[in-house]
């Protein structure tokens, strides 16, 4: 699990790092809120995820971390895919995003539960 998810969030520090290059060198700053998700909730949380799941294997262990795990990396997607056509004015933007962080709030959510339940010292 903590492999896996590291994993992802490196894919996303690419897509991310990728943007931000784009934007510097177009001076175009139309998707900074692209990069900005892709960054900090693709590559920074779920690589702390990642590490959480390695330093507390019974969070790894828990069906909670797999749910977490899909329900991140299906929901970032569809978020970051929404919000681009948000910020480009395009029409189905606001539903696609607005599903898209739901899913990823809920993501977060079983996280969290994980965290009280299982890590303890
Ligand atoms: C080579 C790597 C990167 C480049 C070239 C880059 C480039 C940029 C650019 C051009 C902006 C827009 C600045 C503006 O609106 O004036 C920006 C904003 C931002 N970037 Fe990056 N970025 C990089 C990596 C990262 C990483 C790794 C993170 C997070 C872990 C990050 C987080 C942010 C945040 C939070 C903002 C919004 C800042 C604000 O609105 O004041 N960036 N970045
Ligand atoms: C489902 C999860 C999330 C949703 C729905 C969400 C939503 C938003 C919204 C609506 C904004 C304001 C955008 C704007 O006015 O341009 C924003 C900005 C921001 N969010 Fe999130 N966010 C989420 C998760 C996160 C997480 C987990 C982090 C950090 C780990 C984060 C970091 C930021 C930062 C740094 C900004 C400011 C960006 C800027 O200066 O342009 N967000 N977010």
Do not use: Q
Not at 6 to 30: E, K, N, P, Q, W
Not at 56 to 64: G, I, Q, V, Y
Not at 73 to 88: D, E, F, K, R, T
Not at 98 to 106: E, Q, T
């Amino acid at each position: 699990m903590s492999a896996r998810l590291l994993r992802c969030a490196v894919v996303y520090s690419i897509v991310g790092i990728s943007m931000g290059i784009a934007m510097a060198g177009s001076h175009d700053f139309t998707n900074k809120g692209v990069h900005v998700h892709a960054n900090l909730v693709g590559w920074v949380s779920m690589a702390v995820m990642a590490l959480a799941y390695r330093a507390f294997p019974a969070l790894a262990a828990s069906r909670l971390a797999s749910v977490h795990f899909w329900l991140h990396n299906l929901g970032l997607p569809v978020m970051l895919v929404g919000l681009y056509a948000l910020l480009h004015a395009i029409a189905w933007g606001e539903p696609v995003v607005a599903a898209g962080s739901i899913i990823v709030a809920l993501a977060f959510l079983c996280f969290a539960i994980n965290v009280f339940r299982h890590a303890h010292d």
